[in-house]
């Protein structure tokens, strides 16, 4: 009897000896994701952030002639949503010219009386609610 209590108790000090060895797993993930697109009118809210046409996005997604951001680099209020014109979107059939990143703005652009938005996005990737 004494015999199987000493091989029970060196059995356990074997296995809290080499549990404590172990080396330990990292619980977090950490995922860079870079720097936002320099595009000149912005950048879809969705992998891969193409740079989008100018009128895509209203007068709202923009502070001081800055691109406020979206998806990742999202830098607006929790209930910010702003108008987009989803008829330029791929998603939607849009198949016209593409600014590329880095591209400046054209010397005229669209006036922003002229934007004519078709969709809340809530800067996350998501249709926000039509407060309109």
Same mark, same amino acid.
């Given at each position: 009897? $004494?015999?199987?209590? &000493?091989?029970?108790?060196?059995? *356990? #000090?074997?296995? @809290?000896?080499?549990? *404590? @060895?172990?080396?330990? *797993?990292? @619980? ?10 320099? !595009? ?10 193409? !740079? ?13 002639? %800055? &691109?406020?951001?979206? =998806? ?7 209930? &910010?949503?702003? $108008? #987009? ?10 198949? =016209?010219?593409?600014?590329? #990143?880095?591209?400046?703005? @054209? *010397?005229? $652009?669209?006036?922003?009386?002229? &934007?004519?938005?078709?969709?809340? $996005? ?5 249709? %926000?609610?039509?407060?309109?």
């Amino acid at each position: 009897m $004494r015999g199987i209590k &000493f091989l029970v108790l060196s059995i *356990a #000090v074997s296995g @809290a000896l080499f549990a *404590a @060895a172990m080396p330990k *797993a990292a @619980a977090q993930i950490s995922i860079n994701i870079g720097v936002a697109p320099n !595009c000149p009118y912005g950048y879809y809210d969705y992998a891969p952030y193409n !740079c989008v046409p100018d009128g895509y996005y209203g007068s709202e997604w923009f502070n001081g002639g %800055a &691109f406020i951001g979206v =998806g990742p680099w999202f830098h607006g209020s929790n209930n &910010f949503h702003g $108008r #987009v014109d989803n008829s330029y979107d791929p998603q939607h059939g849009y198949n =016209g010219a593409m600014p590329r #990143v880095g591209d400046r703005p @054209a *010397a005229q $652009r669209r006036p922003p009386e002229q &934007f004519k938005g078709n969709e809340d $996005r809530d800067g996350r990737g998501h249709k %926000a609610e039509n407060k309109r």
